[in-house]
């Protein structure tokens, strides 16, 4: 997931540098999205994946 927020993060700079604002805005909303549900789903990796056995 974070390679895709990698990716949408680059395609908005290029956009941007081109001069397509829109193209530019929704690759950067797009970007930011993934990168929150990334640290979301990280962080409940790291709270509820280490089980001590019983």
């Known amino acids: 997931m974070l390679y895709w927020t990698a990716v949408f993060f680059v ?3 290029v956009a941007a540098v081109l001069g397509f604002s829109g193209v530019a805005a929704s690759a950067a909303g ?8 990334f640290l979301v789903l990280g962080a409940l990796s790291l709270i509820f994946g280490r089980r001590v056995p019983a």
Do not use: H, M, R
Request: charged share 10%.
């Open 11 to 13: 395609i908005a700079l």
């Open 30 to 37: 797009i970007a930011k999205i993934l990168f929150f549900v």
